[in-house]
């Protein structure tokens, strides 16, 4: 009779759930596993991604931020070869440098640059700083036309990206 009473009790209220209740925890975590791969399969796009974006982001960090020991050279050297190909005369320029803020490694290379030529001859210069393989800005620009000469006095401002390119230092026992 016991052995009967226990039966019973296996029937009505079997351990671990009924079979509707087995049947509904089932559907319940098949309903969550999908939605877990679902995300899973976000996150790894997702990772895909920034991991494509950092790898742009270092190629065009490498291509177009010049290093500090060469910046001002190059600089000026791109500008007169950009003057030299479209004709134009330069004149005087002026260099200055200013931290980017945010960056502890960055800075805005400040040139400003006078050119005088003939407007032909500055659309050309344009075209060219356009095409440049150098990461020149043009910030400002002032032209002035030289009385009864058909030429013009240009006052530009180019900025370019400097990137520290000494290596980095521990910080030790407070001194550098």
């Given at each position: ?25 089932m ?5 969550e ?5 679902s995300?899973?399969a976000?996150?790894?796009n ?15 960090e490498s291509?177009y931020?010049?290093?500090?020991r060469t ?6 050297a791109?500008?007169?070869r950009?003057?030299?190909?479209s ?5 005087d320029?002026?260099n200055?440098e200013?931290?980017i803020?945010?960056?502890?490694s960055?800075?805005l290379?400040?040139v ?5 030529g003939?407007?032909a ?8 700083v ?8 043009l ?13 013009i006095?240009a ?6 990206i ?5 290596p980095?230092?521990?910080v ?5």
């Amino acid at each position: 009779m016991l052995c009967n009473a226990v039966g019973l009790f296996w029937c009505l209220d079997p351990p671990g759930g009924t079979r509707r209740e087995l049947s509904e925890e089932m559907l319940r975590i098949h309903d969550e596993m999908a939605a877990m791969r679902s995300n899973a399969a976000r996150v790894k796009n997702v990772a895909a991604k920034v991991q494509l974006g950092h790898g742009q982001a270092v190629t065009f960090e490498s291509q177009y931020f010049l290093p500090r020991r060469t910046a001002y050279q190059r600089v000026l050297a791109e500008l007169q070869r950009l003057a030299q190909a479209s004709g134009l005369q330069a004149r005087d320029s002026v260099n200055t440098e200013e931290p980017i803020e945010g960056s502890d490694s960055l800075s805005l290379l400040n040139v400003a640059a006078r050119f005088d030529g003939t407007y032909a001859q500055f659309v050309k210069f344009l075209y060219e700083v356009d095409r440049s393989p150098m990461l020149l800005m043009l910030d400002s620009l002032g032209a002035t036309p030289q009385q009864n000469s058909g030429h013009i006095t240009a006052d530009l401002r180019f900025q370019a990206i400097i990137q520290d390119d000494t290596p980095a230092m521990e910080v030790t026992g407070g001194k550098r």
